[in-house]
């Protein structure tokens, strides 16, 4: 099994800028492809971006590219999320989640095998 915990939300002003963390646990997550989701209250989980195993692909939401970078650190068995220029429309629960199956991300939370807490980000305009 494998545990995902995220760390990192908060309060921030528009314009602001936060780091999301992921740690895997349990098993190694380094050949697993990886993503970050978000649910705004009311509305359904959404996919913000997804790397590969590698790290040599990401895949971004229209919404959040050029703002959004995700990484990881397979050594540490650790998933990023870098988010700047935040609206208030970013603000949701962000979760991370690892995919078993596949090398490269998927956008559907129903190909994710493994899912963390969520952690709040909350935007002020």
């Known amino acids: 099994q494998v545990q995902l915990v995220e760390s990192g939300g908060g309060l921030t002003l528009g314009g602001g800028f936060l780091r999301l963390s992921c740690a895997a646990s349990g098993r190694t997550v380094s050949n697993y492809a990886m993503g970050w989701f978000r649910q705004a209250p009311g509305k359904e989980r959404e996919f913000v971006a997804g790397?590969?195993?590698?790290?040599?692909?990401?895949y971004y939401a229209d919404s959040v590219k050029g703002r959004f970078t995700i990484s990881r650190e397979n050594a540490k068995d650790t998933l990023y999320l870098q988010m700047k220029s935040l609206k208030p429309e970013d603000t949701a629960v962000y979760y991370c989640?690892?995919?078993?199956?596949?090398?490269?991300?998927?956008?559907?939370?129903?190909?994710?095998?493994?899912w963390g807490q969520g952690t709040r980000v909350t935007v002020s305009s």
């Open positions: 790397i590969g195993w590698s790290g040599d692909r990401t």
């Open positions: 989640a690892a995919d078993s199956y596949r090398s490269q991300p998927s956008s559907l939370p129903r190909d994710y095998s493994y």
